[in-house]
């Protein structure tokens, strides 16, 4: 595989990954938006992503740094016939032992987009099962 085609992968996976945080951030916050703000937010044992200052009162001598991302192995090949040739809008969550994303495919205008699926026991090593649920050509 061509060095250019391995960092566009590493990059595609970082932005999946950096995309899916924010969108389950973002939900858990309009989620818990919607209910009246206590004056103490109880995390119990959780651990908590800090991505925002909404579980921070007040910070001195440190600061909140997204780093930048770094090419690694790849994550998940678009290499399904119907897959194109990036995605959109990404979800990822955890059901039971294995995490489940959801990701659009950006087809270029050649058919429809549509919504993908793929799994993964670990969250780093994915597949993308045929489920079978519509005809593809």
């Not at 969108?23 to 044992?45: G, K, N, Y």
């Amino acid at each position: 595989m061509a060095q250019g085609s391995r960092t566009l992968n590493g990059s595609l996976r970082t932005i999946v990954a950096v995309a899916a945080l924010m969108a389950l951030a973002w939900q858990f916050r309009f989620a818990t938006s919607l209910a009246a703000e206590p004056a103490v937010r109880d995390v119990s044992d959780r651990r908590e992503l800090f991505v925002d200052d909404w579980l921070i009162e007040s910070i001195q001598g440190a600061a909140l740094v997204l780093h930048s991302p770094k090419p690694a192995e790849i994550a998940l090949e678009l290499n399904q016939p119907w897959a194109g040739p990036t995605t959109g809008f990404t979800v990822v969550m955890k059901d039971g032992d294995r995490y489940r994303l959801y990701y659009s495919n950006d087809s270029d205008g050649a058919r429809p987009d549509a919504t993908s699926y793929a799994e993964s026991r670990d969250g780093i090593h994915w597949t993308t099962p045929k489920l079978g649920l519509f005809e593809f050509e």
